[in-house]
């Protein structure tokens, strides 16, 4: 099992420019998260999905929206990048107890 | 408003000197308390979940512990690859979503 991943790895956008950042899973899970983590912020929700075709604003939810494609897929997309949303995003996935993490998309934006 | 503290912020240990880091958390109905471990460049990594006061959770050097207020989790005999932040996260009774602290690093010298 690859567990959560995400793409891409890194990605470096100008301000204005729009993107959509792809996540994974293959362990039957329900819900999924996003979060972004920020030196002296720690880790904080940005949105989060229940189940299949249920999506719930999180702590920090301006300026993203998400899509769950499916039960695998959960996507994060920023539709108009500011310097702001230079940080490094988690997907995450959880069945009961305990959220199982990807290993991240570091974004700057310039 | 939930809120979770770690100290102490970073943690420096000679090889084979124990230590506690504490995880103190405000919330309205915990459902849960989390521990992850975190290594540079890379994605939270599960290690505990505990539920309920005078709870008790061990893997290799590690021992986590729960108080109605407090959470602490104890490295034995630390060794340098157990080098890394570690982060504690509540859950409250309702929602999936998960609040977490600011971590703590910790770095074992050999």
């Known amino acids: 099992n690859a567990g959560v991943t995400q793409t891409p790895k890194f990605q470096v956008l100008k301000t204005g420019q729009s993107m959509t950042l792809q996540c994974a899973q293959d362990?039957?899970?329900?819900?999924m998260y996003w979060y972004r983590q920020d030196p002296g912020m720690g880790l904080r929700l940005i949105y989060y999905?229940?189940?299949?075709?249920?999506?719930d604003k999180g702590e920090v939810p301006n300026g993203y929206n998400v899509s769950r494609l499916n039960k695998r897929e959960f996507s994060l997309r920023l539709e108009s990048a500011a310097p702001s949303q230079t940080s490094v995003y988690f997907c995450?996935?959880?069945?009961?107890?305990?959220?199982?993490f990807g290993p991240g998309t570091r974004l700057t934006v310039l | 408003e939930d809120q979770v503290t770690q100290s102490p912020e970073a943690l420096r240990l000679q090889e084979g000197e124990s230590s506690s880091l504490n995880c103190s958390y405000t919330?309205?109905?915990?459902?849960?308390l989390f521990w992850y471990r975190q290594d540079p460049g890379k994605g939270p990594e599960f290690l505990f979940t505990?539920?309920?006061a005078g709870e008790e959770k061990e893997k290799e050097r590690l021992k986590a512990t729960l108080t109605k207020k407090e959470s602490f989790l104890h490295i034995t005999a630390p060794k340098p690859e157990d080098s890394a932040t570690y982060l504690c996260a509540v859950k409250k009774a309702a929602g999936n979503k998960l609040t977490f602290g600011g971590g703590t690093r910790v770095l074992v010298k050999p």
């Open positions: 919330v309205s109905g915990l459902r849960g």
């Open positions: 505990l539920y309920s």
């Open positions: 995450a996935s959880s069945r009961t107890e305990g959220q199982f």
């Open positions: 362990m039957n899970h329900n819900s």
């Open positions: 999905s229940a189940s299949e075709g249920t999506t």
